[in-house]
């Protein structure tokens, strides 16, 4: 999507463009009936940043990707616990087991052999 916002240029050498159709090579057959949307200085900014044609493709997407996936923050951070939660779990376990053993692995065996 930032291509296709950002990627509007002129039609090269030799390549005809019909009436309302405008060049961009990021899109499929390189003519798309969409004018270019946006143009440095369009919007501004309250901290200051400058307003170019880039800068405002890369605030789309990042606006399109939450609208697409809203509660991608939520799991984000519900992911980081468990993983969190689950290695204590494992901790916890490997401690455990070297604690059960400890004792078998120290065992020693006295095996008489019987003729």
Request: proline share 6%.
């Amino acid at each position: 999507v930032y291509s296709l916002l950002t990627g509007y240029r002129e039609p090269p050498a030799g390549v005809s463009i019909r009436d309302g159709l405008h060049y961009n090579p990021y899109f499929p057959g390189g003519t798309i009936a969409m004018p270019k949307m946006l143009n440095d200085g369009a919007v501004e900014y309250e901290d200051g940043t400058p307003a170019t044609e880039s800068q405002m493709g890369k605030d789309v997407v990042t606006f399109l990707t939450w609208a697409a996936e809203p509660e991608m923050e939520e799991r984000k951070l519900m992911g980081f616990k468990w993983i969190f939660v689950l290695s204590l779990a494992l901790l916890q376990a490997a401690y455990y087991r070297r604690l059960k053993w400890s004792v078998v692995k120290s065992r020693k065996l006295d095996l008489d052999v019987v003729n």
